[in-house]
């Protein structure tokens, strides 16, 4: 939990959410903060300033530290939030002015990817010596587990943080939390197998770092789940058309070693677990398929040499862009022991938007003290690390073009088939 201070400041981030129009928020906040600032590091990015401009829209009385590199940039996005925002030059990997930036600040979000092949937790290290409760957009598998062998140190400082927030991971591990929560409920049988299916046309308008993240996936080998057995897979195969519902349609999705699959199975206790991901156009499939497997290994391992890929690719990407758009589609299916099945979809038209609303849910339920000391995945025990998941889940989804839960498969499909007597799979 926060640490405590006025009760007064406590009351006015609740009259702030209130006042952003949301409502359900009845439950009260356990601990007061201490000036309602929240640090957005990577805030001159995509999706940190996608994250400021969402919180400064939802709760305009935050106070927004603006956290990046580039002074530039940071005041062109400062320009656009208002009085009640700053930009904070800071360098990650610099531990002394990181510390000094957290200092009286309520909350950091790190959204300063790419996380794959990073050597140490260095934000989170910061925020727990510096006792400031923590986010990250973290979408690494070893990052990820590194982040949560510091969960006693967090324990201890009585820091409440969250790895692998935002969208994907992140809105899909609660999704997928809420899908075994709400068949172990209805007696559907054990969960058995539960597969994330992921779609973004082009690079989702999120820019250079989404496509460093992309390459650097395919220098790892895919970590997946079956019958409880850990297997490893090749990247970008094992291709699948899957149907995202309304808006979006059937689109080819394949393998990646993503970290909601090693964190559902052990959390969630699913025994067979996937993450698949596909892209438009169809020629941006074909050519990662080409990199996985033409590509050395240790090219794709090594960052310096993967910014040199992306300097080369982001113009043509960036130009194909403006074409392609930048719908984003995420479907979770669960399939029980008894042979049902339940799906959930979150559809929205642009990806650099909703990165902001979904990192921006994640940042208000752990300023309203729902996170409690320590680290922990986004699906792990309601009341634990999200205290309200469909409060959560309603923020996430403002502005989508499709959001369903709990439904048969058939019933969000364009194309269900009928087996006869109006029965569907």
């Known amino acids: 939990m926060l640490p405590s201070s006025s009760l007064h400041l406590n009351r006015s981030i609740f009259a702030c959410l209130n006042n952003g129009g949301r409502k359900g928020l009845d439950h009260s906040l356990r601990k007061g903060h201490k000036n309602c600032r929240v640090l957005i590091m990577g805030g001159t990015g995509r999706v940190g300033g996608s994250t400021a401009r969402t919180l400064s829209k939802l709760c305009p009385d935050l106070r927004i530290l603006i956290g990046g590199r580039n002074r530039e940039k940071g005041a ?16 990650i990997d610099n531990v002394n002015t990181l510390e000094a930036a957290l200092n009286d600040v309520d909350l950091v979000v790190h959204a300063a990817g790419p996380f794959q092949r990073a050597d140490k937790c260095t934000v989170l290290e910061a925020a727990i010596s510096t006792k400031t409760a923590y986010v990250d957009v ?8 590194r982040a949560k062998s510091f969960h006693e140190k967090a ?8 790895t692998t927030g935002g969208i994907y991971p992140g809105v899909s591990n609660v999704m997928a939390a809420e899908l075994v929560r709400s068949a172990k409920n209805e007696s559907m049988g054990e969960p058995e197998r539960l597969r994330f299916f992921y779609y973004t046309a082009g690079s989702g308008g999120v820019g250079p770092t989404i496509l460093a993240t992309s390459f650097l996936l395919l220098g790892e080998d895919v970590i997946a789940y079956n019958k409880g057995e850990k297997i490893k897979l090749k990247p970008y195969s094992g291709m699948l058309n899957i149907d995202f519902g309304k808006g979006i349609g059937k689109r080819d999705v394949y393998l990646l ?17 996937s993450a698949r991901f596909g892209t438009a156009p169809f020629f941006w499939n074909w050519g990662m398929e080409a990199i996985a497997n033409l590509v050395p290994v240790e090219f794709l391992r090594d960052k310096s040499k993967v910014q040199q890929l992306v300097q080369i690719f982001d113009p043509l990407v960036r130009a194909v862009d403006g074409i392609a758009g930048e719908r984003v589609s995420m479907r979770v299916d669960l399939e029980c022991s008894n042979g049902r099945s339940t799906t959930g979809i979150f559809s929205h038209k642009r990806l650099s938007l909703s990165v902001g609303s979904a990192t921006a849910a994640f940042a208000l339920a752990v300023l309203e003290g729902s996170t409690e000391p320590g680290v922990w995945y986004p699906e792990e025990p309601e009341g634990i690390a999200i205290e309200a998941r469909q409060l959560l889940l309603e923020r996430a989804a ?3 073009i499709n959001f369903v839960m709990n439904k048969p498969p058939w019933m969000v499909e364009t194309d269900p088939k009928e087996i006869g007597l109006g029965i569907y799979v």
């Open 398 to 400: 403002q502005g989508t």
């Open 138 to 145: 973290c979408d690494d598998t070893i990052y990820a587990c």
């Open 257 to 273: 070693n993503l970290p909601e699959v090693k964190s559902a199975h052990e959390v969630l206790g699913v025994p067979t677990v």
């Open 155 to 162: 324990v201890a400082a009585d820091v409440p943080a969250i």
């Open 76 to 91: 062109a996005l400062v320009s656009t939030l208002g009085e009640n925002s700053e930009f904070v030059e800071v360098n």
